[in-house]
């Protein structure tokens, strides 16, 4: 139940922002709406003041909203009200008008992020697990337990680090730019502070993803403890159980779970797994298991899986800012979630990103259960993030969204004519096919993600 209040909540909030977004525009500039809808379908409750003021309506179908305003195209209209009419404005009103609804959604993203750290959210401990040996960060000299507690471009002005994930959002900007990174780093006890150069030039800001994650070496340190064991999967063949402790691997001691994953990841040859002994702590008791990791193909590479979570929850942080600070760092995180997004988007057009990564309503329902049972900063991330996405969604150049009609006035400026009617009609039939498509491959990721069907 918590699970579909939270859906309704963030579909409720962000489809009334973002319409009225188009609404309070549409009427700053003179046009007249007739009705201003959450959801579609069946009527449930209306508002309307006076026979020529807003039909305000919720609907039963709550998956979006729109906002009717007058316009000749749509049917006739009283001579008195022309002017009032949606396709009489000049091209510079109907431009911002309809922009203006992707554009409410990134501003509610930016105050939903500074408010989220307003708030204060629970973040992990800038505390490193084992760095991979051929990782940027282990030729840097980093090492498990390293405490990274400032950051530097050029290694005289520096800046102090208040959780992992500020660390790596500080690595990322600087792969984008090419640039490297000085770290100061202790130990976890805050001694023995030293200072390092991490090279992030050596990773192509143009094909960032997971493998190239793994290069730049860089986890939370945890402990080397079994989460949600698989049925079926390697490790429970092997006879593992979640909450078991690995201590060793083929007698070599497993210092964190960073370590663990890179022994696993390597533990096949070209002809197949290769089993090893573990040693493993179970209720008190030391225990040696045999354990033949399956070999599986990532990113053109043989690696192992044993089909388990590994690690513990990492050591978290409380982070807070002041206002100005998380206004500021919201329009940044805006900004970065949203170039992001849209390098997505293109990498998934020319096939360099797979489409699994669309994600449909099941997938935000089931996040925004859980982003709502972690606190309200996490709800509130969460909801910025999916604004973010719809924000960016609704001015791609589609027929059937915002940015389609936008890609009608940029024609209608540039020739000096409107798109034709019979040109306007076919180009939304096949946006309407494509929005279609894409809605059944989100749902069929989102029903292969959460059923772990393959």
Request: glycine share 10%.
């Amino acid at each position: 139940m918590s699970t579909l209040l939270a859906f309704l909540l963030t579909l409720g909030v962000l489809v009334v922002v973002h319409e009225y977004g188009h609404y309070r525009v549409a009427r700053a500039c003179g046009v007249k709406v007739l009705r201003f809808s959450v959801g579609f379908g069946k009527v449930l409750w209306r508002r309307q003041s006076g026979p020529d003021a807003t039909e305000f309506t919720l609907c039963a179908l709550p998956l979006g909203g729109y906002v009717r305003m007058l316009d000749e195209r749509e049917g006739p209209v009283d001579p008195a009200l022309r002017s009032q009419a949606f396709n009489n404005r000049p091209l510079r009103q109907r431009v911002v008008v309809v922009a203006a609804g992707p554009l409410a959604n990134l501003l509610l993203a930016v105050l939903l992020f500074a408010g989220a750290m307003w708030v204060g959210t629970s973040e992990p401990k800038a505390l490193l697990g084992t760095p991979p040996s051929d990782s940027v960060a282990a030729r840097a000299g980093l090492r498990a337990g390293d405490w990274v507690r400032a950051t530097s471009h050029d290694g005289q002005e520096w800046r102090d680090l208040a959780s992992y994930t500020e660390l790596m959002t500080t690595l990322l900007e600087a792969v984008s730019t090419g640039e490297t990174v000085h770290l100061d780093v202790s130990d976890a006890g805050g001694h023995g502070r030293r200072s390092l150069v991490l090279d992030t030039s050596r990773l192509n800001a143009a094909s960032m993803d997971a493998a190239s994650l793994r290069k730049l070496g860089l986890s939370p340190l945890s402990e080397a403890v079994l989460g949600k064991v698989s049925p079926g999967g390697a490790a429970a063949q092997a006879g593992l159980l979640e909450g078991d402790v690995v201590r060793q691997v083929d007698g070599l001691p497993v210092s964190d779970a960073a370590a663990l994953r890179e022994l696993i990841r390597r533990s096949v040859q070209a002809d197949g797994p290769v089993k090893s002994q573990w040693l493993i702590e179970r209720g008190g008791q030391r225990l040696e298991i045999e354990v033949s990791p399956r070999a599986v193909s990532d990113a053109g590479q043989t690696i192992g899986r044993i089909e388990a979570m590994v690690g513990a929850a990492p050591q978290m942080v409380k982070v807070s800012r002041g206002f100005f600070e998380g206004l500021n760092l919201g329009v940044q995180r805006t900004w970065s979630v949203s170039w992001m997004t849209l390098k997505v988007f293109g990498r998934m057009l020319v096939g360099e990103a797979s489409l699994k990564n669309l994600s449909g309503p099941l997938t935000i329902a089931d996040y925004a259960g859980q982003s709502a049972r972690s606190g309200l900063a996490q709800y509130l991330g969460f909801l910025a993030l999916v604004s973010v996405s719809l924000g960016v969604l609704n001015l791609l150049p589609l027929p059937m969204l915002d940015g389609g009609h936008l890609m009608y006035y940029l024609f209608e400026g540039l020739s000096g004519r409107p798109v034709s009617e019979w040109w306007q009609t076919q180009l939304q039939r096949a946006g309407a096919l494509i929005l279609m498509l894409m809605m059944a491959l989100a749902l069929s990721n989102d029903v292969v993600r959460l059923t772990g069907l393959h």
